[in-house]
């Protein structure tokens, strides 16, 4: 027993260093690009530290806002507020980014401490994905963008439609058991924490340090996941020009499809992204443009990583296809079917 131990962990050590191995080297090989090694090692590391940098201030206050919720929520006033219809429960998910701020980082450590606390899973699930643009900071961004329009317009009805449909379908579809990674449970589902903390009643003082506690373990605990996000979509950005991606995005089609590896690859926070599209406005189609600024807040690299810390790892899959497929034939029907 103890010998197969030995050997599974050598082998898992290395393939890591396998992957290291082939990280380095395929982001060091500069081939004909006329790029040199030292130009490679400077692009990445200036776009993974702009990458994380711009990440980790929502990450730290969405991790805040997990220890407040930890604290000074409970779950029977949760459950309370939430209507008892799955259906207007899963909508008044996707719209409590209204109440919880958060871009696509610091929505994830909130949506795993309402697990905790009972929230149902469809709730939850559109939760995460709509709450990085259906709150008041992406609309005040997208409308000084582009102004009050079709954009805007598109950009916060198909966030909720796609978000409220994969909530629905988690809701029939999948039991919590087989979804959340035990850490995520609520307790009276086997849920379990290594922090074991007090009651609440211990005057403001205390709780508050409380929150700050529970905030600074989340914190460190998604941040782990939000560094190998950052690195791969540094990698992604390096050896994939965006240049490159741009030169065959034409066609209703294409369009779309390019636009969403770009949302993907670029892991922009969602309050700036809509500047960032703006620069595509004249090249690129109505549906492409959407497609990127709903799916991109809804899953990038990053975010996809983040979601390994909440969810079982299938079903980390399909909460980027499914997503990223609606997207897709949603901005296909508009590039088609509305903006003819």
Known sequence: ??????????????????????????????????????????????????????????????????????????REDLLRMLPKNPLLATMSGAMMGFVFPACECGVVPVTRRLFTKGLPMSVGIAFLLAAPVMNPIVLASTV????????????????AFVAVSVGMLFAFA???????????????????????????????????YRALRVGSDEFFEMGRFLIIGSLLAA??????????????GS????????????AFVLSLCSTVDAFVALSFLNTFSTGSLVAFLTFGPMVDIKSAMMFSGVFKKKIVAYLVIVPFLMT?????????????
């Open 144 to 159: 000084i963008a582009f102004g009050w329009g079709e954009i805007v317009v598109f950009r916060f009805v198909i966030t």
């Open 235 to 248: 990698w992604m950005q390096t050896r994939v020009s965006q240049g490159d991606l741009l030169n065959i």
């Open 174 to 208: 999948a039991r919590p058991h087989e979804t959340l990674l035990p850490v995520s449970f609520a307790p009276v589902r086997g849920g379990n924490f290594d922090i074991k903390l007090p009651e609440q009643n211990q005057g403001f003082g205390a709780n508050f």
């Open 251 to 262: 066609g209703a089609f294409v369009s779309v499809l390019v636009m969403q590896a770009l």
């Open 328 to 340: 897709l034939l949603i901005g296909l029907w508009i590039n088609i079917w509305v903006m003819r």
């Open 1 to 74: 027993m103890q010998n197969t131990t030995t050997l599974r962990k050598t082998v898992i050590w290395v393939a890591i260093l396998a992957l290291i191995a082939i990280f380095i080297y395929t982001l060091l090989d500069v081939g004909t690009s006329g790029a040199t090694v030292s130009d490679r090692i400077n692009t990445f590391t200036t776009r993974f530290l702009g990458i994380f940098i711009e990440a980790v201030p929502f990450l730290l206050l969405g991790s805040f806002f997990s220890g407040l919720i930890e604290v000074y929520i409970r």
